[in-house]
């Protein structure tokens, strides 16, 4: 298991948790990301998403998504967040994608916190916040391919996943990610629901 490693410039001293219904540490953390991107101009995208889960299941699991999306460019990376719908069962939730060197950050705030860490070949542990308490989730990621730049291109990710060390099982997430031509957009400085 890997603990996540945070920089910054001078450290702040961690929110405490607040009662359902306010924001989380969580939820703090992934406002500062979002403050933090929105530094520059913000570009339009086009953001196709298809997951599968349990891909080893008869039961199989399958989603497809069209949705609008932001990319923020930053040093050393890029994120790409998005609006979750009803047709996820998040609505309310606002969804991050930081893309780092050979990592990959996927947060959530909003109706539903979280934080997933993907990188090829290793396990991160992370913490799933509900109403009832956190729930440690372990993510081991088999394949990870990161193509997406400026002008768009294509994230594929393959994984297992673990509740509270229990297997939850296996999962294949793509988006295709396509830039909306001659747009931008001016930095919003407060996405939360």
Same mark, same amino acid.
């Given at each position: 298991?890997?603990?996540?490693?945070?920089?910054? *410039? *001078?450290? *702040?001293?961690?929110?405490?948790?607040?009662?359902?219904?306010?924001?989380? *540490?969580?939820?703090?953390?992934?406002?500062?990301?979002?403050?933090?991107?929105?530094? %520059?101009?913000?570009?339009?995208?086009?953001?196709?998403?298809?997951?599968?889960?349990?891909?080893?299941?008869?039961?199989?699991?399958?989603?497809?998504?069209?949705?609008?999306?932001?990319?923020?460019?930053?040093?050393?990376?890029?994120?790409?967040?998005?609006?979750?719908?009803?047709?996820?069962?998040?609505?309310?939730?606002?969804?991050?994608?930081?893309?780092? %060197?050979?990592?990959?950050?996927?947060?959530?705030?909003?109706?539903?916190?979280?934080?997933?860490?993907?990188?090829?070949?290793?396990?991160?542990?992370?913490?799933?916040?509900?109403?009832?308490?956190?729930?440690?989730?372990?993510?081991?990621?088999?394949?990870?391919?990161?193509?997406?730049?400026?002008?768009?291109?294509?994230?594929?990710?393959?994984?297992?996943?673990?509740?509270?060390?229990?297997?939850?099982?296996?999962?294949?997430?793509?988006?295709?990610?396509?830039?909306?031509?001659?747009?931008?957009?001016?930095?919003?400085?407060?996405?939360?629901?």
């Amino acid at each position: 298991m890997n603990n996540i490693e945070t920089k910054s *410039a *001078a450290p *702040a001293p961690r929110p405490e948790p607040k009662p359902f219904g306010h924001e989380t *540490a969580l939820e703090a953390e992934t406002a500062a990301v979002i403050e933090n991107a929105r530094s %520059g101009p913000s570009l339009p995208v086009l953001l196709t998403i298809h997951s599968e889960q349990d891909i080893d299941s008869p039961q199989q699991d399958n989603m497809e998504l069209l949705t609008e999306g932001v990319m923020d460019l930053k040093p050393g990376g890029l994120t790409l967040t998005y609006q979750e719908s009803a047709l996820t069962g998040m609505e309310g939730t606002t969804t991050i994608f930081e893309m780092r %060197g050979p990592q990959v950050v996927l947060r959530r705030t909003g109706t539903v916190s979280s934080q997933m860490i993907f990188e090829e070949g290793r396990q991160h542990t992370s913490l799933y916040e509900t109403p009832f308490g956190e729930l440690s989730v372990d993510v081991q990621t088999g394949y990870l391919r990161n193509s997406v730049t400026e002008r768009g291109g294509l994230l594929e990710i393959r994984y297992s996943v673990s509740v509270e060390h229990a297997s939850a099982g296996k999962n294949r997430f793509r988006m295709n990610v396509r830039r909306k031509r001659g747009e931008t957009t001016t930095p919003q400085k407060d996405l939360k629901a």
